[in-house]
């Protein structure tokens, strides 16, 4: 990397920043250090007001200010726009493109780029719904003679970040693309459309659902649901597209026509065929079951957690959900939602149905954490005399373990009869009197929590001294 390299002093200016790609690498730059600045053609700046960034107000102004410049616009917007941009960016800058298709974009940055630009082709092999860069591809074409400087520094950012690297040319990347986005896309956006074509009941079919048919609906209503406009320039610009479109489309009619006769020796062969040539079934078919069973042991985990207290977080809202666990079915869960700290009870608000495909199951010490912040906690002392020569740390430790307990400190520690307060801790000559003070979740029964507790010192050898105050 350029020693000479500093983050925080690197100006970034994001083309179609307010867009959802653009605004994920705002925050993306932003983690970082970088001055990030965005600009879009709608001039949302209440976009760039919740990023915590600023817009470009005057574009012509923040070009020739900004060391790294990046084209984030639609497909069939991209030349244009770096063609208004590029000349006005300053020696020793850098100019990228996000876009989905290589070939185009980076000849325009090559032609109108001046000499003393540097120029590096770009693509985020994911989209703005992925949480992190981290196990991510990113796609990058460097250009002989056009990026020799930056090109290591946009390197080491992604593969620091987590992301996986691939260098390739414009051709090459285009060439493949037409089948990775080009095939995929239109075949799963060709099933959803027959579906609408059929008048098939989507919803009705998941009560029969293989874990296949349930996959494949969720990639095919994943790709419905996002930009179609998107889709449809991945479609249409790429012009190794409709090479692959005339061969699936062929294969499809083929592969009908042996159905319709019948032949069920043409279609295994067709089918042996494939299998030959895809070379990689035996490690597909151990992915696709390590897909499943993690759905199924995700299902299994949260119906067997049916009565007990859980917690979820919203996979795109971000907010938290804990409760205790009433009802779980095929998509859906059922909550009665604990009642956090200052709320007043109110049993009618505290059921809430929530969608499985939108949560997360919070981790044993997330949900801890969240128990220990939001609810209302019972405190308890516990005093003791302990036996003679014992630690009252190592006691404490012990009795930590109970995992009811929100905290659980000393509080007092005490010697002789007469329970004389210690001034060192480290006397062992009498025995010692020591106060453990604990903090009983609120959603647990603070009375038999208590009763555990105490069971276990008298276990460890201590006597109960007096009688136990109560908080709450």
């Known amino acids: 990397m350029n020693t000479d390299y500093d983050a925080g002093k690197t100006k970034v200016l994001i083309l ?13 730059f932003k983690e970082r250090g970088y001055e990030v600045t965005v600009w879009g053609k709608g001039g949302k700046i209440e976009v760039a007001k919740k990023l915590d960034v600023p817009f470009a107000l005057d574009l012509e102004a923040v070009i020739p200010e900004s060391d790294i410049v990046i084209v984030s616009v639609p497909i069939n917007a991209t030349e244009e726009t770096i063609a208004e941009i590029a000349p006005k960016m300053k020696a020793g800058s850098i100019l990228m493109d996000f876009t989905s298709i290589k070939v185009g974009p980076v000849e325009a940055m090559r032609k109108f780029a001046p000499k003393d630009v540097e120029i590096l082709g770009t693509h985020p092999m994911f989209g703005p719904t992925i949480p992190t860069i981290r196990g991510q591809t990113v ?15 946009i390197r080491q950012l992604f593969e620091e970040s987590g992301a996986h690297v691939e260098i390739t040319t414009a051709e090459e990347h285009d060439r493949l693309v037409s089948v990775v986005q080009g095939l995929t896309h239109f075949a799963y956006i060709a099933i959803g459309t027959t579906i609408d074509r059929l008048d098939f009941d989507v919803k009705k079919s998941r009560k029969f659902v293989s874990p296949v048919y349930s996959i494949m609906l969720d990639f095919v209503g994943r790709i419905l ?5 998107l889709y449809a320039l991945i479609q249409m610009e790429n012009p190794g597209v409709p090479e692959v479109h005339e061969a699936f489309i062929k294969e499809c009619e083929e592969l009908s026509s042996l159905v319709k006769a019948h032949d ?11 299998a030959r040539k895809y070379d990689d079934t035996s490690h597909a078919l151990r992915r696709s079951d390590k897909l499943i ?3 199924i042991i995700e299902y299994e985990t949260i119906l067997n957690s049916t009565g007990k207290v859980c917690g979820f977080s919203h996979i795109y809202s971000g907010n938290i959900h804990v409760g205790r666990l009433e009802k779980v079915r095929p998509n859906e869960i059922v909550l009665m939602k604990l009642v956090s ?11 809430i149905t929530l969608k499985l495909e939108n949560l997360r199951p919070l981790s044993e010490a997330e949900l801890r954490e969240w128990r220990k912040e939001n609810l209302e906690h019972s405190v308890r002392d516990i005093s003791v005399v302990i036996p003679e020569g014992a630690d009252p740390e190592v006691v404490l430790r012990a009795v930590s373990t109970n995992k009811h307990l929100a905290d659980c400190k000393i509080s007092d520690i005490y010697k002789g009869v007469n329970g004389t307060l210690l001034e060192k801790k480290g006397s062992t000559a009498e025995k010692l009197g020591v106060t453990y003070r604990i903090s009983i979740f609120g959603d647990c029964d603070a009375d038999s929590v208590e009763t555990e507790v105490t069971a ?17």
Request: glycine letters at 14%; one cysteine or more; proline letters at 5%.
């Open 264 to 274: 069920e020796e043409g279609f295994v062969r067709k089918m042996k065929a494939a």
């Open 225 to 229: 649901g996002q930009n179609p406009y």
């Open 456 to 472: 276990l010192l008298c276990g460890l050898g201590c006597r109960i001294r007096e009688k136990n105050l109560k908080f709450s």
């Open 16 to 28: 179609g920043g307010t867009g959802e790609m653009g605004q994920w690498f705002t925050r993306f």
């Open 293 to 295: 069973n993690s759905r």
């Open 341 to 351: 700290k200052g709320t007043a009870p109110n049993i009618k608000n505290r059921f």
């Open 139 to 153: 796609i990058l074409v460097p250009v002989k003679g056009y990026s020799e400087k930056w090109f290591p520094v």
